[in-house]
């Protein structure tokens, strides 16, 4: 018999709140966190606005001498893991050697140390090889970040990254739900960071045409997704971590559980490298895996946390498989993008998609999607325009679009013994 998996504990490091309470609370309240870009100069862009995180304070847990040897990804999925522990009453003074050996992490990135690697880069073309970092090869894979959190908190269990663009930590979750229901694994630290507001990122999604660029002197109405105005996603870094672990396991220790997973699903378009298959049909797909794969109705979801960045061909085609997946029951089922709030995070999204679920179910709360002004006809389902909403919904429904043409889903129970 398959094990049932649950969250009993959330950490986040977003944009528009530090902490899982602050983000929480300022995303049902329609809060932005997207500003002028304030890392570095963004004078020659086009676009010059992001979703940054502002009070991160990286040597609460590193020393000046770690710092440089880091990208800036590991910290924030530090600050993230050290709440979603402490969110699930994990204390690691009191392990056993068997309880670090047992528990794993899991984690998704599209490419967490590309700041790092960026900056050793401008040193080598700029002359001084000598000063490059021993680490500059290291710690700028991607692989990294989990080997970084497993060192930091000791735990010993499989320690894997999940690299798949921006549906990373959705199948990063995705994977460690499957390894604790076929009996692998316990328990998780899983979830999703990324740190790629870089000036290299930003003009390379420039040269994409990918980001709006019209926003610059009103940068929390630039990310619109769903608006016929929409011009492209606002750039975002951030981390959203929790524990994942059998149901049986969190009862035995008296742990506090916000939600359950129950199912997983996942496709892939095969179709380009950054474009979306027009057809909406493996989308649609993934979706149907994933409620098949929960065992769950359609007509049973009542929430779903939309991909939808505000890019044009995302959010038609988004909204076209949705449509698909659920029929006539679609026009029912409230929905929202919480990236009108954050901006992108890339291979984070779908950790962030998962967290704003989770909490939806617990609380009886659905986030609204800010800056709905002119909504686009094709995109017609009910976004919980600029308000959420007080409901008690018992499914719901986070999902992921990627480039390269790759599509995944989870679906979310509010649980129940």
Excluded at 56 to 64: A, G, N, T
Aim: charged share 20%; glycine share 10%.
């Amino acid at each position: 018999m398959l094990r049932r998996v649950v969250i009993t504990g959330l950490g986040a490091v977003s944009p528009n709140g530090f902490g899982i309470k602050n983000f929480w609370e300022n995303t049902c309240n329609g809060v932005s966190g997207i500003d002028r870009i304030a890392s570095f100069d963004p004078e020659g862009l086009s676009c010059q606005v992001a979703g940054e995180i502002k009070n991160l304070d990286p040597s609460r847990y590193f020393s000046k001498a770690d710092l440089k040897k880091l990208p800036r990804a590991v910290p924030m999925a530090v600050a993230a893991a050290i709440e979603a522990l402490d969110d699930a009453g994990i204390d690691l003074d009191s392990f056993s050697e068997e309880d670090f050996e047992s528990m794993g992490v899991l984690v998704g990135s599209g490419g967490a140390g590309f700041d790092f690697s960026e900056k050793q880069f401008e040193i080598f073309f700029s002359g001084q090889k000598h000063k490059i970092s021993p680490y500059a090869i290291s710690n700028s894979l991607v692989g990294m970040l989990s080997s970084e959190l497993s060192m930091y908190f000791g735990l010993q269990g499989r320690s894997h990254v999940i690299s798949n663009g921006c549906t990373s930590s959705t199948d990063a979750i995705g994977y460690a739900f499957n390894a604790i229901r076929y009996g692998q694994e316990a328990w998780f630290l899983t979830g999703g960071v990324e740190a790629c507001v870089t000036p290299g990122m930003m003009c390379g999604f420039e040269r994409m045409k990918a980001n709006p660029v019209n926003f610059n002197d009103d940068p929390e109405r630039a990310s619109r997704p769903f608006n016929i105005d929409r011009e492209g996603f606002v750039l975002a870094e951030g981390g959203w971590m929790m524990v994942l672990e059998e149901m049986d396991h969190a009862k035995q220790r008296g742990a506090t559980i916000l939600a359950e997973i129950s199912g997983y699903g996942t496709t892939c378009d095969a179709y380009h490298r950054v474009a979306i298959m027009p057809d909406g049909k493996q989308s649609t797909r993934a979706l149907n895996l994933a409620m098949k794969d929960a065992g769950v109705n359609k007509e049973d979801v009542g929430y779903i946390n939309f991909h939808g960045t505000s890019t044009v061909l995302n959010d038609r085609i988004e909204t076209l498989a949705v449509k698909q997946a659920f029929n006539s029951h679609s026009m029912k089922i409230p929905c929202s993008s919480t990236k009108s709030m954050i901006g992108h995070p890339q291979g984070a999204s779908g950790a962030m998609g998962v967290t704003v679920s989770a909490l939806s179910l617990k609380n009886g709360f659905l986030t609204p999607t800010i800056n709905m002004e002119r909504p686009d006809p094709e995109c017609d389902m009910d976004y919980l325009s600029n308000e959420g909403k007080e409901k008690s919904v018992n499914i719901a429904i986070s999902n992921c679009i990627s480039f390269g043409s790759k599509n995944s889903a989870l679906v979310l129970k509010k649980f129940s013994g």
